[in-house]
């Protein structure tokens, strides 16, 4: 599995963005796909994560960020709204095989992605 984030880039607190990560080589419907990000000094943070019929969140972002999928473009997004200085890390998108449709509501604050693209960075700064 090979995934591309992209969307990345400079916002104003209380603005929004929005992630793409591009997922090839496999049948998107197959894999969990949760979105991390690392901000300076930090640990590496799982913050999302949606599988085919489920989707979990961090508390840090429930209710502000928001993932989605496009199967037809194989495409899963991060729409993150509300951004605060705090969001300010690089973003990642991970893929873990779900062999489940609601994988990510028993599974989602503890996945352990095997697949990884390269990040995006989110600057959230006036």
């Known amino acids: 599995v090979q995934l591309q984030a992209s969307g990345g880039g400079l916002v104003q607190p209380g603005g929004s963005l929005r992630l793409s990560c591009t997922v090839s080589?496999?049948?998107?419907?197959?894999?969990?796909i949760g979105w991390f990000r690392q901000a300076p000094g930090k640990e590496r943070e799982g913050i999302s994560c949606?599988?085919?019929?489920?989707?979990w969140y961090d508390d840090l972002v429930k209710g502000r960020f928001t993932t989605s999928r496009d199967n037809a473009k194989d495409t899963v997004y991060l729409q993150m709204n509300e951004l605060k200085p705090e969001d300010t890390a690089v973003y990642y998108c991970a893929a873990e095989w779900s062999p489940s449709p609601d994988y990510c509501l028993e599974y989602g604050f503890r996945l352990s992605p095997g697949y990884w693209g390269r990040g995006t960075l989110v600057t959230v700064s006036s």
């Open positions: 949606l599988s085919l019929s489920a989707s």
């Open positions: 080589g496999r049948t998107l419907d197959d894999y969990a």
